[in-house]
């Protein structure tokens, strides 16, 4: 049972900012190693990143902190060597690929022993009960059903929610400790077995 005490209201001033600027400082904390890629990156990249490597489908001007931008379609090969990176962020991009399993097993090659993924999507149990769905998304995973996909490639380690908007008295309820609740959850996996 979530205690009311244990949630965190903050009022949305910018909505899209503020979620994404809560995102990344949190996927900046969970980040191991020296080697990161972030892939699907988009315009908005991570600020608290240093010396990642960028890939998007579109072509992305260098942002100061990021070490090189590659412009790949990540329905297909990442056009990286294999076992090359510590850890691996797909944030907010999954559920845009009609190649999705393709995609995680792309996650895996070029990860490292022991590397880990961050990946975050949308919830889609909560996000049906505000919204309808995302047209711009492939497909949406409720949090057990993306965890089930997760594991057939990697060990699920731990999860985070982001947080669940109420749109029409724009607040914002931070449910880091409470991801099935979340409009958006991270995941964080390890990959302890190199691919062959």
Known sequence: MVKYKELDFKPVVHHSNFRFDVKH???SELVRGDDVIDLGCGWYTN????????VDLETITKPNNYKEMITADLNGRIPVSDNSYDTVIA????????????FLMECKRILRKNGILII???NRIPNRMIAKKNMLHILEWSYSEFIDLLEHFFVFQKSYGL???IPI??????LKKFPRLSNEVIYVCKNEIDIV
């Open 91 to 102: 944030s907010g991009v999954i559920e845009h690929l009609y190649n999705y399993h393709g």
């Open 25 to 27: 400082k949190l996927i």
């Open 47 to 54: 600020p608290y990143l240093k010396g990642a490597v960028g």
């Open 120 to 122: 975050d999507t949308a």
């Open 163 to 165: 947080m669940f908007t």
């Open 169 to 174: 008295i724009r607040i914002n309820i931070n």
